[in-house]
Structures are given as structure tokens and as C-alpha cells.
């Protein structure tokens, strides 16, 4: 049982590449979530996913993608990169009853766009 | 979104009780409160919810005022391991949106 995984863990992006990022859960979690942490600074809510095949914005969406084709897994897309985008991405999931359980996270991928 | 209040830093002696404060005034009758933790560079760890009553687990304890207005986590003998940034959240609904938390200090 490994949790909630996150590959890569490292990243740099050269200005106007693109990434995909991938979170897997494998604890049959209906919820997932992904945030990105600027240095310094709190977890804002990127895009989150209720269950497979829906996704909804959260508080800073733009320039991100993201789809849940698959129940285990929510991937996080980066089309054009920008150097504000450089940040710690965490992924999140969460059973999908967040009333008695809190979510369980990802170690984080470290992302640089130069 | 309920509101939470957090004081910015903390610090604790380490073997002593660390005591977090949390105002969440806006709360509503349904809306639970959260607790995680950050550790330097770490994902986010749960720590612990509660609605009305107190709560207890392996990591700490929940403290809720009768009136819900704001609420304690209690880590009962704090170590150096403790040190890291406490998020208190009130989520309205079926996601978590962060603020800036209390960065808890223990010290040596």
C-alpha cells in the first residue's frame, strides 16, 4: 500500500514547454486534488476531481489541466510553461467522505521553469 | 468557506504541552474543523477533525468551544519532531483551502 505517488519528483521546464504531471492512489480514494506551494507561502487548490472522469477548478486554475480518466490516477498538465510556475506541486485524495476522514498527500514534485 | 484565525508563530518547550489556538467565528453548524501539519518540505499530514465534542488520537487532542467559535489542538508532550507549520481549516463542503497556519517551534 503505497499511498498517494507522485512522479516525477523533480522537474526543471524551459519558458514554453510541457508537462504532465501524474498522481496515483491506491486506496480506491473517490477524491483527488491537486495544490501547488510557492516557496514561503500556503497550498493553493489547483484542480480537484470528486470522482473518475469529473475535474472542477479551485482557487488558481489557470494555465493548468487536468483529467481523471481513471479512478486511481489525476494528472496535473502544464501546456506552456511559465517561469510562475515554478512551485511544489502536492497531490491529495481522500476517500470521499470528508466528513470522517481527512485527505492523505503526496511527498510533492518540485517543479523550476527557467 | 468558514474563516480560521491562527497566530502567525509559536514556540513550545520541548517535553512540554504545545497548545494551538483557532478562532473560527464564522463556523457553521455543519462544518467540521481540520487540523494537518507541514513539516519543512514534507506533504501535508492529517492530524486530526472534530465537530461538536473533544477529540483524542495518537498525535493530539481536540479542544471545541460550546459555542464552536474556536478550538485548541494540544500536542501533549511536544518533541523536536513537532516543529512545523499547523493548519486549522473549517471546509465547507469537499475541498481544503489552506491559509497560512501557525509555525510551531520546539524548543530544546
Known amino acids: 500500500n503505497a499511498g498517494v505517488t507522485q512522479t516525477p519528483k523533480f522537474r526543471v521546464l524551459k519558458t514554453g514547454q510541457s508537462m504532465t504531471l501524474l498522481c496515483a492512489q491506491d486506496?480506491?480514494?473517490?477524491?483527488m486534488y491537486w495544490y501547488r506551494q510557492d516557496p514561503g507561502m500556503g497550498l493553493r487548490l489547483i484542480h480537484y476531481s470528486v470522482g473518475e472522469g469529473t475535474t472542477a477548478k479551485g482557487e488558481v486554475p489557470d494555465g493548468y489541466n487536468v483529467s481523471r480518466l481513471k479512478k486511481q490516477n489525476f494528472l496535473l498538465g502544464l501546456e506552456s510553461a511559465a517561469p510562475s510556475q515554478t512551485s511544489v506541486y502536492f497531490c491529495?485524495?481522500?476517500?470521499?467522505?470528508?466528513?470522517?476522514?481527512?485527505?492523505?498527500f503526496g511527498s510533492g514534485t518540485r517543479l523550476t521553469v527557467v | 468557506d468558514a474563516k480560521t484565525t491562527q497566530p502567525t508563530s509559536m514556540d513550545c518547550a520541548e517535553g512540554r504541552a504545545a497548545n494551538l489556538p483557532c478562532n473560527h467565528s464564522?463556523?457553521?453548524?455543519?462544518?467540521?474543523v481540520y487540523w494537518y501539519r507541514q513539516i519543512h518540505s514534507q506533504g501535508p499530514q492529517y492530524i486530526i477533525h472534530?465537530?461538536?465534542n473533544n477529540e483524542t488520537n495518537e498525535m493530539a487532542s481536540l479542544i471545541i468551544t460550546e459555542d464552536r467559535k474556536s478550538s485548541t489542538l494540544i500536542l501533549p508532550h511536544a518533541t523536536l519532531r513537532d516543529t512545523a507549520v499547523y493548519y486549522c481549516i473549517a471546509p465547507p463542503d469537499d475541498k481544503i483551502i489552506f491559509g497560512k497556519g501557525t509555525r510551531l517551534h520546539i524548543l530544546p
Open positions: 472534530g465537530l461538536k
Open positions: 491529495a485524495s481522500n476517500m470521499g467522505d470528508t466528513t470522517n476522514y481527512g485527505y492523505t
Open positions: 486506496m480506491n480514494h473517490e477524491y
Open positions: 464564522t463556523i457553521s453548524g455543519n462544518e467540521y
